[in-house]
């Protein structure tokens, strides 16, 4: 036998004797010896052919060669001397590797098998000692061992070898009896411990294992468990005092070791990290082995420490226990992340499969005792997410009759043409532009851009920091309206707008004014984290960082770093530090002198890094996004010591503190502040930029932020203090540290400053300010405050008020306070409040035309520009705040922590944020997308056993409609939380799931292609697999509506997948068999009997048209991939079920007329009734099959279909009798009856095992059978890769052993006479291969033989 064909022939020859075997089992003693020739010839080879070898032994331990006796013996006789000394260690450690497998096929063989492991396991040779003790614990493993006393001493004779692989291999043993019941887990644990003297209690002495020998105990660590239940009445009741057994001694200290190395193996030196992750794995599945009870976690404990702040003594041992379980799963999560970013090791990918696997199931042990212990309390609602927070985007709605008080984009746009050369006029418009109004569509790109290139010539902000914040804001909203316009666009085109912007702002730079840096940064950091958008977005960031000798202006430069800084933050790029380190020492370069750019760019930076720090965070990024955070702010800190004069250096010192994140608590501050001489400006530009980094520093310490505040509130009125009030009792009150008690007495304070100052000083407009935005923070009533702003804010501004012109220029702007938020005083977006009426909202507007008019120069400039940011807050609150369109975008606004998040100190507050962070990365789509996509996959996993809050399916739809590459994995891993969740029996108590209902419902209303790009087949599959949960949840017509849009599904995506429709029809018979379930069923699902007399109608008959079109797409032969063989199973099962219900067989659609398009169904329905039976063989047999070759092979697979679904002889008879009736009229040659009758006999011959009774009562009459070998109840569908031809000669072999079978059928029957006079009638027309086979049958129905 050549090498050549016995690598590429042998298998498969195995293969066929195994097949062959299955039918003939007496004949293994004939082939055995053939195969054992086989086995010498390759052994003598040099070098031996150990693949033919390895599948020569695994054939010779099958059931086919043992279940017969004689082949079993030689077999044995053959492979027992291969086991003896001096037989080759690979030959005869092969040989006993495969003795289990011998053992499971053929159990007479035990005690041969037992005697060779027993000599094998004290051999010299290593390599057969770790074959016998191998081959010895997969015994256990399959509970194959008897009289197992004598088998512990070979097991602990092996515990101390030398080879550590028998040392895993005895350990392993020894952990399957346990696990099998034939040895106790506490005895086993005292024979180690005498054995080996170690002791379970003492951690170190297990660290210095070896590490298979380590991995082998810590899963035999995992089988303890329950003291054995007394009988004695007296002991049952201390059990039911007791609440039941509990965990044996021994149980008690595996866990306490498995715990102890869990927490400690990271730290062990000797174990590198993949050792330390294979340990770990193993540990998690032994702890996930064992309930909660006997992990030592009390519910009644945990519950009562949770909202304690110090733990009592009595109670600490269990919390401490479950603050240890905590740890190991947190680790496990930062351990998964490593190995995932670890790619050195080829066999890495299923080391860290195995890992998340068992980590899985640990998490999910915890959640789910998480559960059973807080309820519906282990989840709390989500907060507000920073983004919200910083960018006073305010969700509450404003009336229209507000809105429309407000200045509309005409008024601004003819305000401008009047005077195109004015700054302020300039950003008014600009504010404008970026106005979307609810009657227009959105402006296109160019047309946008087209406008501003018109006036960003004239942009030239004045000096003083609250006018220069909102006219450089101003370009922000502007380059937010253009990205909006970039967004709606077609998703073909937005790159190359994109780049167009990008172009149009860098000319604005180069020819006319270096705010186009300022509207480039801007634009960039407007932008989402669209892909195709990158290479934008770096030129952008290269045009800012490459220029620095570019900028006309320090403030300019300064600001657009800070921009970009921000931008790169989003990836935690390493630039960004050294960017601040230039900021800063820019901003210490001008000590004295304002760099308000430099200030508010810190701030923007501040804001920006601030989306990404959660409350509780500890990943890395967030960790390093927090200290630049503070940095930023511990930068403006110092700016403001330099501004003031103080006696101490307590502000430094705070400085300090905020820096490294130390609490302030024990700071002294300083008594009084006055601001330097020259430093008014500074000072203003500074508190203003403060104020908007409270958010963020609220995020890292209430108490830093307090003492900033508190340090603030020491400068004198008339420094700008007034500008911070607005944002840090906003901030405090939401942090919980003032109240609305605080925020009253700082109203009223506030009031009396006012009345106390001289109407003409200009600190009047600090208090002033600091009063018009504390009011509309207050929910009490505050007219007469407000009417206090507004009277003096009057007097200031009338022609003979003797105020300067920068005191009525803040009175103007303190107006507009009054009404909303100030777009870089305040907030960064403007916004209307939602307190405000339309008269107060008229007065402002009108007193600031009057004002326009009929001011003083810097009077009208600040009235126009209050003018623009009125018109920019038409935007508030509004349907444009959702800039009328739906997009895919609008989802990556989406921040678990704002939807939920879990009780303080849990795993499920931990898995929570970890699903937030994951989340995040995902829809954000950079480098670390695809380790967040396997992290993600592992939470949503670990989620699926807890009952999940309906709000938590915004999560898993954004996730499921990310264009992150997450692939198939995070699909499907989407799809199993989301159908999890609908499951029936789900307990939720004080909150529902309706949201995942909702999303379920949305998904299968989607058009079929659409949810094969989002979900693909398999998703799909899924899909119908949780259809019967869906259905039973819904009401009569929304589920009768859903299961017509499954069906459509399944309907279009079987081609691709045919198990979508086996599964529809599957999840359909699960419904109709849960009705039929006594009420006293727990697993029975009630729903509606109006939605299942639906249902069952649909089956029945409205979908069969349908089904059969689909079904008859498989005759075709480049069909072969689609299979409907197991779906038009499963519709059988689904019409048996309705006919036993009250749906009657005649509304079924198996009622209809056949046809070529649906007789392939309707001769698999056959087996429904012999009336359908006979009425499918009845219209096979009339057609021509002269004709269109598609017809024929309808007919001969719809013939294989058909043929077996005879029920008894008396069917079977008139079966037989009525064809031959119809071959008399419709004839022989043109017909398919002679074939079809052939089928039935060769089916009927086959089911009823006639080969023994034709040999023992009709011996003078040779039957043969080589048709018997293509019977099988699928062969419809397994032929359909085959063309009409190879189909036809399957029917001729039928036809060629039809005479003597029927002949033998007639006879049994007697019908031999009838049949006889049928085919002598026939005989004379027929021609060919038919006239031979009636004539043989004719032969052998008149007595004739061969």
């Given amino acids: 036998m050549s090498p050549i064909l016995t690598e590429h022939g042998y298998q498969r020859t195995l293969a066929f004797l195994t097949s062959f075997l299955e039918c003939y089992p007496r004949a293994a003693s004939r082939v055995l010896p053939s195969v054992l020739d086989t086995v010498r010839m390759s052994s003598q080879q040099s070098p031996p052919l150990p693949q033919i070898l390895s599948t020569s032994f695994a054939f010779i331990a099958s059931k086919p060669i043992l279940s017969d006796p004689h082949s079993a013996h030689l077999a044995w006789t053959y492979l027992s001397p291969l086991t003896n000394d001096g037989v080759p260690s690979a030959t005869r450690a092969s040989i006993i590797r495969i003795l289990p497998q011998m053992c499971l096929n053929n159990k007479k063989l035990f005690r041969r098998i037992r005697d060779v492991i027993g000599k094998s396991m004290v051999s010299t040779d290593p390599m057969v000692r770790i074959a016998a003790t191998a081959t010895l614990s997969d015994m256990a493993k399959l509970d194959l061992l008897r009289d197992v006393e004598g088998i512990v001493s070979w097991i602990q004779g092996r515990l101390n070898d030398e080879e550590s692989t028998v040392t895993y291999f005895a350990l392993s043993a020894l952990r399957y009896l ?11 644990v005292r024979v180690l411990e005498k054995r080996l003297g170690i002791d379970l209690g003492v951690v170190d002495d297990f660290l210095g294992w070896d590490v298979l020998a380590l991995e082998s105990l810590v899963e035999l660590l995992g089988e303890g468990g329950l003291e054995e239940e007394d009988d004695d009445e007296s002991q049952d009741e201390e059990d039911e005092e007791e609440e039941g057994p509990a965990p044996t001694a021994k149980t008690v200290k595996a866990v306490s070791l498995l715990i102890e190395l869990a927490l400690n193996i990271n730290s062990e030196e000797r174990y590198d990290f993949s050792t330390q992750s294979r340990i770990l794995s193993k540990i998690y599945q032994s702890l996930a082995n064992y309930s909660a009870v006997i992990l030592g976690l009390d519910p009644e404990s945990i519950r009562t420490c949770a909202d304690l702040t110090s733990i009592p003594e009595d109670l600490s041992g269990d919390w401490e226990r479950y603050a240890e379980l905590k740890t190991i799963v947190q680790s496990g999560m930062t351990l998964v992340t490593r190995m995932q970013d670890d790619t050195k090791n080829d066999d890495s990918g299923s080391t860290t499969a195995e890992f998340s696997i068992n980590l899985v199931v640990m998490m999910q042990l915890l959640l789910s005792f998480e559960e059973e212990t807080f309820g519906s309390f282990v989840f709390r609602k989500g907060s507000s997410s920073s983004k919200g927070k910083n960018e006073g985007a305010q969700q509450h709605r404003v009336s229209k009759a507000v809105l429309s008080a407000l200045p509309e984009i005409s008024v601004i746009r003819s305000m401008y043409e009047s005077d195109e050369s004015v700054s302020a006029r300039v950003a008014a418009y600009f504010y404008a532009l970026g106005v979307e109004d609810d009657n227009d569509p959105i402006p296109q790109t160019s047309a946008l851009l087209a406008e501003m290139t018109e006036c960003i010539s004239y942009f030239a902000p004045p000096a003083d920091p609250p006018s220069y914040a909102m006219q450089v804001f101003s370009i922000t909203n502007a380059m937010s309206a253009v990205f909006r316009s970039i967004q709606n666009a077609d998703e073909n085109c937005r790159e190359e707008l994109f780049e167009t912007a990008v172009d149009q702002l860098e000319e604005w730079a180069t020819e006319f004014s270096e705010y186009g840096y300022i509207a480039l940064s801007a634009l960039a950091l407007a932008t989402d984290d669209s892909p195709q958008l990158y290479s934008g977005i770096s030129r952008v960031q290269n045009i800012i960082l490459d220029g620095s000798g570019m900028f006309e202006t320090e403030d ?34 001008h000590n004295g002198q304002s760099c308000f750019g430099g200030y508010l760019g810190l701030a923007i930076f501040v804001q920006s890094v601030a989306r990404k720090i959660r409350s509780h965070g500890s990943d890395p990024s967030e960790d390093w996004c927090r200290e630049q955070a503070r940095r930023c702010i511990c930068i403006l800190v110092k700016s403001l010591n330099n501004c003031t004069l103080t006696d101490d250096e307590s502000i430094l010192e705070l400085a300090s503190c905020i820096e490294t994140g130390k609490s302030s608590d024990t700071l002294p501050l300083p008594s009084e502040l006055t601001a330097k001489d020259g430093a008014a400006q500074k000072l203003i530009g500074v508190i203003i930029a403060l104020s ?32 911070a009030t607005h944002a840090a009792y906003k901030t405090l009150i939401d942090a919980g540290m003032y109240s609305m008690d605080d925020l009253s007495g700082a109203i009223a304070n506030t009031v009396a400053r006012v009345q106390g100052f001289d109407s003409d000083c200009i600190d009047l407009l600090d208090p002033l300010f600091s009063l018009a935005s504390l009011c509309r923070l207050s929910s009490g009533k505050v007219k007469e405050e407000l009417d206090l702003v507004n009277e003096t804010a009057t007097r200031i501004l009338n022609t003979s008020s003797r105020m300067s012109s920068k005191g009525k220029t803040m009175a103007v702007f303190t107006c507009c306070a009054s009404i909303g938020e100030l777009p870089g005083v305040t907030s960064f977006v403007p916004n209307v409040y939602s307190s405000v009426k339309k008269d107060q909202v008229s007065n402002v507007v009108a007193m600031m035309e009057e004002t326009l008019l009929n001011g003083e120069v810097e009077c009208t400039h600040a009235s126009a520009l209050a003018l623009g940011v009125l018109c920019a807050m038409r935007n508030s609150s509004q349907t444009t705040q959702q800039h009328k369109r739906e997009k895919k975008s609008d989802r990556k606004n989406v921040d678990v922590n704002s939807i939920i998040q879990g009780k303080g100190g849990t795993v499920m507050e931990f898995v929570l944020h970890q699903v937030a962070k994951a989340h995040s990365d995902i829809l954000v789509q950079h480098s670390g997308t695809n380790r967040a996509t396997k992290q993600l996959c592992i939470l949503f996993e670990a989620l699926q056993v807890v009952a999940l809050p309906g709000s938590f399916s915004r999560v898993v739809e954004t996730t499921l409609h990310s264009s992150a590459v997450g692939g198939t994995e995070l699909t499907n891993s989407s799809l199993k939380i989301l159908f999890s969740q609908i499951e029936s029996g789900r307990r939720r108590i004080g909150f529902d799931g309706r949201g995942f209902l909702d999303m379920s419902t949305r998904l ?18 899924q899909m119908m697999t949780a259809m019967p949960n869906l259905l039973f949840q819904l009401p009569t017509s929304a589920g009768e509506e859903v299961a017509k849009c499954l069906w459509g599904i399944s309907r279009d995506l079987s081609p691709k997948n045919q198990m979508v429709m086996t599964e529809f029809f599957v999840g359909m018979n699960t419904i109709f068999a849960s009705a039929g379930k006594e009420s006293n069923d727990k697993s029975k699902l009630s729903t509606s009997p109006a939605l299942l007399r639906a249902l069952q109608n649909f089956v029945a008959s409205g979908l069969f048209d349908e089904f059969c079109k689909v079904a008859a797409q498989s005759s075709k032969i480049d069909a072969s991939s689609s299979s409907y063989a197991t779906s038009i199973a499963a519709y059988l099962e689904c019409l048996d079920m309705i006919s036993a219900s009250t749906i009657t067989t005649d509304t079924m659609g198996i009622q209809s007329d056949v046809a070529y398009n649906n007789v392939l169904v309707m001769a698999s329905c056959a087996s429904f009734s012999s009336k359908q039976t006979r009425r499918v063989e009845t219209w096979i047999a009339r057609q021509n099959v002269r004709g269109d070759p598609s017809n024929l092979r309808m007919l001969l697979l719809s013939s294989l279909a058909v043929a077996p679904q005879a029920r008894n002889d008396i069917e079977m008879k008139e079966s037989i009798a009525n064809l031959f009736d119809i071959m008399l009229v419709a004839g022989t040659n043109n017909t398919l009856c002679i074939e079809l009758i052939a089928a039935k006999i060769a089916y009927w011959w086959d089911s009823r095992y006639m080969n023994e009774m034709s040999a023992a009562t009709h011996p003078i009459q040779r039957v043969t059978t080589m048709s018997s070998f293509l019977i099988s109840s699928n062969l419809c569908f397994e032929v359909q890769s085959l063309p009409n031809k190879e189909i036809s000669a399957i029917f001729d072999l039928f036809v060629t052993d039809l005479p003597a079978k029927l002949a033998l059928l007639c006879q049994t029957w007697k019908i031999s006479d009838d049949i006889s006079n049928r085919a002598t009638r026939l005989c004379k027309d027929a021609t060919d291969k038919k006239k031979a086979c009636l004539q043989k049958i004719i032969q052998l129905l008149d007595g004739g033989g061969e």
């Avoid at 346990?178 to 086993?188: G, I, R, S, T, Y």
């Avoid at 970009?564 to 820019?586: C, G, I, M, P």
């Avoid at 299968?1004 to 799909?1020: F, N, R, V």
């Fill in 692 to 723: 908007h980094c409270f958010p963020a520093l609220a995020g890292v310490s209430a108490d830093l932020l307090k003492s900033v505040v508190a340090v603030i509130d020491k400068l004198p009125w008339g420094s700008g203090k007034g500008f």
């Fill in 556 to 589: 300019v430069k300064l600001l657009c770093t800070c921009m970009v800084a921000a931008r790169l933050s989003q990836t935690t790029d390493a630039r960004v530090v050294d960017l601040l380190d230039s900021v800063e020492k820019s901003i210490e370069r």
């Fill in 178 to 188: 346990v696990q099998n019941e034939e040895l106790d887990f506490d005895l086993v």
């Fill in 1004 to 1021: 299968t209303k989607l058009p079929a292609e659409d949810l094969s790009k989002l979900i693909g087949a398999a998703g799909a599959q």
